[in-house]
């Protein structure tokens, strides 16, 4: 019935894909395209034929007897159609917790969502870069150098200027009588997140809890030190963006006379800057700053 048909490899694997996970929009994922594409590769298909080859039946795809006969012969035309044969190249991406959680995490779920075949392994980042990833963002201050980690990276891009305030739930302090100045904080537990005492621009910020004999809390996790300062009545420190996320959220801006900012960085290797699955990714990061760019300065 098909003998005299040609069909490619990729287009085989396609319908046997599809067939496999009985899901255009999974099936796609899988492949790395986008439904349209395939469901438009898979009907001309059915052209060519003049049958149908599938049908949906409870919500799922599933095969006509057409299509049960063309996967067969696929199968012994193509043996290994249904081995993982696939490569993906792995997609290093650098990140600080905050940002991944805060900024790229939507961007970068979608993203995954779509490219169901691809490799894709995060690495914290809560410096400036010292090991070697294919996508690379940090925080830095405001004057420092260009980072030199003894690898070759391409020239960073400026993504965005960050401020941070200490940062209280509005459940806990009224407007009228919250905190505007270093000494009432003195009736608060403090929480400071571990990776922050070293950040040299938060001096203010860790002098103050330096100073503490009591009341101060360190947590090791951005998520945590959120965490409680929504629920346990402490002040921390988040950057200006965190009320954007959470209007319970109230940024105490009168503590602290000088700005507390650091910088945002993007570079990457220049091996992989030519990669078009690098390249996505460094879109869609630029693209998650530009749509927030009302949260920065």
């Keep these: 019935m098909f003998k005299n048909i040609f069909i490619d490899r990729d287009l085989a694997k396609a319908f046997s894909?599809?067939?496999?996970?009985?899901?255009?929009?999974?099936?796609?994922?899988?492949?790395?395209?986008?439904?349209?594409?395939?469901?438009?590769?898979?009907?001309?298909?059915?052209?060519?034929?003049?049958?149908?080859?599938?049908?949906?039946?409870?919500?799922?795809?599933?095969?006509?007897?057409?299509?049960?006969?063309?996967?067969?012969?696929?199968?012994?035309?193509?043996?290994?159609?249904?081995?993982?044969?696939?490569?993906?190249?792995?997609?290093?991406?650098?990140?600080?917790?905050?940002?991944?959680?805060?900024?790229?995490?939507?961007n970068l779920i979608s993203f995954i969502r779509q490219h169901g075949g691809l490799r894709i392994e995060f690495l914290p980042l809560e410096g400036t870069p010292v090991e070697q990833a294919d996508v690379m963002v940090w925080l830095a201050e405001q004057e420092s150098p260009r980072p030199d980690p003894g690898f070759a990276m391409t020239k960073p891009h400026r993504l965005a200027t960050i401020s941070f305030y200490p940062h209280i739930a509005t459940r806990y302090s009224a407007e009228s009588r919250h905190p505007t100045s270093r000494y009432a904080l003195d009736n608060y537990?403090?929480?400071?997140?571990?990776?922050?005492?070293?950040?040299?621009?938060?001096?203010?910020?860790?002098?103050?809890?330096?100073?503490?004999?009591?009341?101060?809390?360190?947590?090791?996790?951005?998520?945590?030190?959120?965490?409680?300062?929504?629920?346990?009545?402490?002040?921390?420190?988040?950057?200006?963006?965190?009320?954007?996320?959470?209007?319970?959220?109230?940024?105490?801006?009168?503590?602290?006379?000088?700005?507390?900012?650091?910088?945002?960085?993007?570079?990457?290797?220049?091996?992989?800057?030519?990669?078009e699955d690098v390249q996505s990714v460094v879109e869609l990061i630029l693209n998650a700053f530009e749509e927030r760019k009302a949260w920065f300065e």
Aim: net charge positive; hydrophobic share 45%; with cysteine.
């Design 17 to 106: 894909v599809t067939a496999r996970c009985a899901c255009f929009r999974q099936a796609a994922r899988s492949l790395n395209v986008h439904p349209t594409s395939l469901r438009k590769q898979l009907r001309n298909l059915e052209v060519e034929i003049g049958e149908q080859l599938l049908h949906y039946q409870e919500r799922a795809l599933h095969l006509t007897n057409a299509g049960t006969l063309l996967h067969q012969e696929l199968a012994r035309r193509y043996a290994d159609l249904n081995a993982d044969d696939t490569y993906a190249e792995l997609i290093r991406i650098a990140a600080p917790e905050a940002l991944l959680n805060d900024i790229l995490a939507r």
């Design 189 to 275: 537990m403090l929480v400071q997140q571990r990776t922050n005492q070293s950040v040299a621009a938060f001096r203010p910020w860790n002098k103050l809890v330096s100073q503490r004999q009591s009341s101060v809390t360190f947590a090791p996790k951005h998520e945590l030190v959120w965490d409680l300062i929504k629920s346990s009545a402490c002040i921390g420190l988040l950057p200006e963006y965190a009320s954007k996320l959470d209007k319970k959220l109230l940024p105490l801006k009168e503590v602290f006379d000088d700005k507390i900012q650091r910088v945002a960085w993007l570079s990457t290797t220049p091996l992989a800057a030519a990669r």
